[in-house]
């Protein structure tokens, strides 16, 4: 069982930044993808961004430019920063691994509300 911790979430002003942090229990090395997903009240879950094993990143366009995905091997973490955020950020936001013999992690998810 691979067991994913997040942190890092909070209230946050318009244009504001922070950023969430997950540890995993599982080496890099059977990761195959990590990242994060969002879902905000009464929509559904969406991808926010992931690494590839590769360290190739994706985003989702609303995110682009604005936010940035990053690893640490050796902590085995991934980190979210987010910058210049909007309101229509605010959700909770939940880490998500997939490991390369395909089975798929979540964590407990962390609240990001952005809001004056």
């Known amino acids: 069982q691979v067991r994913l911790v997040e942190s890092g979430g909070g209230l946050v002003q318009p244009g504001g930044s922070l950023r969430l942090s997950c540890a995993t229990s599982?080496?890099?090395?059977?990761?195959?993808?990590m990242g994060w997903y969002r879902q905000g009240s009464g929509k559904q879950r969406e991808l926010v961004a992931e690494?590839?094993?590769?360290?190739?990143?994706d985003y989702a366009d609303s995110v682009k430019g604005r936010f940035t995905i990053s690893r640490d091997g050796a902590k085995s973490t991934v980190y979210l920063q987010m910058n210049s955020l909007k309101p229509e950020d605010t959700a909770v936001y939940y880490c998500?691994?997939?490991?390369?013999?395909?089975?798929?992690?979540w964590g407990r998810g962390t609240q990001v509300t952005v809001s004056s």
């Open positions: 599982e080496t890099f090395v059977n990761i195959a993808t």
């Open positions: 998500h691994a997939k490991t390369t013999w395909a089975s798929e992690y």
């Open positions: 690494i590839i094993r590769t360290s190739r990143a």
